[in-house]
Each structure stands twice: as structure tokens, then as C-alpha cells.
């Protein structure tokens, strides 16, 4: 939750990450997108951040120009299915997320903050075969996947949502 056209967090979406952060961690590594925001909720979730990452911060024009950042889960799959921009981008979001999650140490876990669309993509392209027609809608504000990880690949994952405050 950002103030209004801006690229910082509101304070609503401050009390929205602590709330979330309560109930994660710990984690070995924090790692966000470079975009304030993205910074800024992991440290209102209570963690240190240990490394920015520019590939975590959006999908590019061309990614963007085939899917929209808020289409769901299936949706994702079926665009990546068909190869292109989007089927690149979530491969190399896949590649980025194993070589995260291979530099752990055994058992260890990491936090990766990013954005809408981002996380669908990445998510799907980590489990490809999965069947993405039961993940859901897009991820909100502090939502996401948590990845099961058996040391070569991802096998699992739980969608994470968070009911927002009345």
C-alpha cells in the first residue's frame, strides 16, 4: 500500500507489513526489489535487508504488453505456455529465485520482496507443471508463494494470503 502516486509506503501499508512480518521468519537472507517500497515493507515486517535486486523491481515493457501484472496465476501459465516475453521474463525470475534458494545453507530460508505479476511469474515458472488453475487470483498487498525447495528444485508450493483489515 503506497501514498497516494508515490513509490513509498502509506502507513496503512506499514501496519499491514508489521502485522504480516509477526507471524514470518526467521529468514537467513531478505532480499527485495530495488524500488523503495519494496525496501521499506521488509523493514515494517521487522527484517534487515540483505540485498536489492534490480530484476526484482518489474516485468519490462514487452513482458507487460502481453499480460497484465494482476492476472491470475492460470493466467500467467497459459501466457508462459506460449512462449515469448513473458515466458522469458518468468524463466529468468525461476533462475534467480533457484540460485537464491541453492545459496541457502540446508533447511535455511529466504525472504524475497517484489511486486504483482513478478511473483505470479516466477512462481509459475518454478513449478511449471503445476496445476495453476487452483492457486488462485493474483497476490495482494504482503501476499505471495512459499516455495518448497529439496536442495536441486522447487517441489512445492502454498499461496500465502493475508485478509486485510476492515
Keep these: 500500500m503506497r501514498a497516494k502516486a508515490g513509490q513509498h509506503l502509506s502507513q496503512a501499508g506499514v501496519r499491514l507489513a508489521r502485522r504480516v512480518g509477526s507471524d514470518l521468519g526467521p529468514f537467513d537472507r ?4 530495488a524500488l523503495p ?11 534487515i535487508v540483505d540485498q536489492r535486486l534490480d530484476q526484482l523491481s518489474e516485468m519490462g515493457d514487452d513482458a507487460s504488453s502481453e499480460i497484465h501484472w494482476a492476472a491470475g496465476f492460470a493466467e500467467f501459465a497459459r501466457v ?3 512462449g515469448g516475453a513473458t515466458a522469458r521474463f518468468a524463466r529468468t525470475q525461476a533462475e534467480l529465485w533457484l540460485s ?3 545459496a541457502l545453507p540446508e533447511g535455511g530460508r529466504a525472504l524475497v520482496i517484489t511486486h504483482g505479476g513478478i511473483v505470479e511469474a516466477g512462481a509459475v515458472a518454478c513449478l511449471l507443471q503445476a496445476d495453476h488453475n487452483t492457486w488462485g487470483a493474483a497476490c495482494g498487498y504482503c501476499e505471495g508463494v512459499r ?4 536442495g536441486e528444485t522447487f517441489t512445492e508450493v502454498e499461496i500465502l494470503r493475508v485478509e486485510l483489515d476492515a
Design 30 to 33: 531478505v532480499i527485495t526489489s
Design 100 to 102: 537464491i534458494a541453492r
Design 80 to 82: 508462459i505456455k506460449q
Design 147 to 150: 516455495l518448497s525447495f529439496n
Design 37 to 47: 517500497r519494496a525496501f521499506e515493507t521488509a523493514i515494517a515486517m521487522g527484517f
